[in-house]
């Protein structure tokens, strides 16, 4: 998995509802040092999130607005700046050879920049979190 790359998990969370497994979009951010995968959530509902700026720190739900992706992200997206838990590679590799995990598209890095910027500067990221992104966007 590498930065740029938004990555299908078909079976993400629980359905509070009923119980059923569910898929999330996923983008792919920095790499830690110890190989950890730093990613944010993609969601195509707005919550309060506004279009501009585009990273948006505020509350009730912090995010970075990309608008239309294209491909299976046809709707407006927004990257939640919420906490989000780094994904270790072997249990990456394990859900991509169960099909649980595939790789769905990719943002180029003139788009990628400036919400990874954003990301790196949100009150949850962990300081790990914010080192890998910003190491990313000084290889840029």
Known sequence: MRPGEIH??????????TGELRGKFLLVLAVTHGGDIVV????????????????FQGDPYPGFY?????????????????????????????????GDLELAS??????????AECVAGARDTTRAQERAI????ASL
């Not at 299908?8 to 509802?17: G, I, L, T």
């Not at 944010?40 to 990273?55: F, I, N």
């Open 106 to 115: 990719a943002i180029p890095h003139a788009l990628l920049r400036p919400a």
């Open 134 to 137: 910003r190491d990313f966007l």
């Open 66 to 98: 990309f608008g239309v992706l294209g491909g299976p992200l046809n709707r407006e997206t927004r990257l939640d700046l919420r906490p989000a838990d780094d994904i270790d590679p072997f249990m990456a590799e394990r859900d991509r050879r169960k």
């Open 8 to 17: 299908h998990h078909r079976r993400f969370y629980a359905d509070r509802e």
């Open 40 to 55: 944010r959530l993609l969601t195509s509902r707005q919550h309060g999130r506004p279009k501009t700026p585009p990273c």
